[in-house]
């Protein structure tokens, strides 16, 4: 089973990684890209705006704008599509986010369930911070008052320099 | 005895939540449409062109969702699983042949058997986006009211069909 599953996992890299020889086949079946209207510079703009704020479902570490992978292929046709529709980008962002979940955007929003992916470094770094303060007070704290004996002898070193 | 279980203890911690992360499936990400409307589908039927595939007309029965496709290796591995379960449980399979010519689907159904009620042939992967599909084969569970309530991603397993699959239609039922 976990062998299965790495041999999928380094199949998927390779498809990824060749994945302009791949996505040619199945890419050209589908017959959406030659019906999308041309779109203005600006709209161009926003459209890699967008495809670089979304994230490929198959090749997850690389943005649509990236990825050759079919899906992805097929999701910036969408964008396209919708741009020529005149949607706006947070309509369309909403859009893959209905269905692919926050996990489409490179940048997750800000809600209770993420709260622990936003906040937990600044929890940790506050809790480090936290344990040296605490930690050199105590180091500070812990050393016992010299006794006068200690404290003439201490002088004595001071005087003389040895 | 603080200063050395405190170290031990937060490794400990560490150790489990990583040995948790490794034996994830780094590529599944929960599913946004679980509890949604199964989207409409509307698209003709793999080997009835003239037909249509009405999602609307099930309503009332627990049914799977299966999204599949010629080209897609682990389809053919998870085939007699979804003949056990049309068959022996009875439950209504569809197909969504996925990114497919349609020529090569119905030559890969006579060739390894057809388990499916019916496909819809989503020849250029539309309706797969609507229901959030990024990796064949991938299954879904719907309810009566229309309602996706499970999805699988990836291969059923009869393992995976018995301990996952199987109790959530039992619940539904």
């Not at chain 1, 947070?90 to 992916?117: C, H, N, S």
């Not at chain 2, 992360?21 to 509890?35: E, F, K, N, Y």
Request: proline share 8%; charged share 20%.
């Amino acid at each position: 089973m976990n062998a299965a599953r790495l041999l999928a996992t380094w199949l998927l890299a390779l498809a990824c990684s060749v994945g302009t020889i791949v996505a040619a086949a199945p890419a050209s079946a589908a017959p959406t890209a030659a019906a999308l209207p041309p779109l203005s510079a600006a709209d161009q703009q926003r459209a890699d705006k967008l495809a670089h704020g979304l994230r490929c479902l198959v090749c997850q570490n690389q943005t649509l704008a990236d990825s050759n992978a079919p899906l992805a292929h097929d999701m910036r046709n969408l964008i396209h599509a919708q741009l020529a529709e005149g949607r706006s980008d947070a309509q369309i962002m909403r859009f893959f986010e209905d269905r692919y979940g926050d996990f489409v955007r490179y940048d997750p929003p800000f809600k209770p369930a993420t709260w622990l992916l936003w906040l937990g470094p600044f929890a940790l770094l506050a809790l480090g911070f936290w344990v040296l303060l605490r930690t050199l007070k105590r180091r500070s704290g812990a050393r016992p008052p010299l006794t006068a004996d200690e404290r003439a002898r201490a002088a004595r070193f001071l005087d003389t320099g040895s | 005895m603080l200063r050395y279980l405190l170290p031990l203890g937060a490794f400990m911690a560490m150790a489990v939540f990583l040995a948790m992360g490794l034996s994830r499936d780094p590529r599944a990400v929960p599913s946004a449409m679980i509890d949604k409307p199964a989207p409409p589908i509307d698209l003709p039927l793999l080997q009835a062109p003239a037909q249509r595939l009405d999602v609307q007309s099930l309503r009332g029965q627990v049914w799977l969702l299966n999204v599949w496709a010629s080209w897609c290796g682990p389809c053919r591995d998870e085939l007699p699983v979804l003949r056990d379960v049309a068959q022996r449980h009875g439950i209504p399979l569809y197909g969504l042949n996925y990114k497919d010519k349609p020529e090569d689907a119905r030559d890969w159904l006579a060739r390894n058997g057809n388990p499916y009620v019916a496909s819809a042939s989503d020849t250029d992967g539309r309706v797969g986006i609507e229901y959030g599909v990024y990796g064949v084969p991938e299954t879904f569970v719907i309810d009566g009211a229309g309602r996706i309530r499970y999805k699988q991603l990836g291969l059923i397993t009869p393992d995976i069909w018995r301990t996952r699959i199987q109790p959530v239609i039992e619940a539904l039922q």
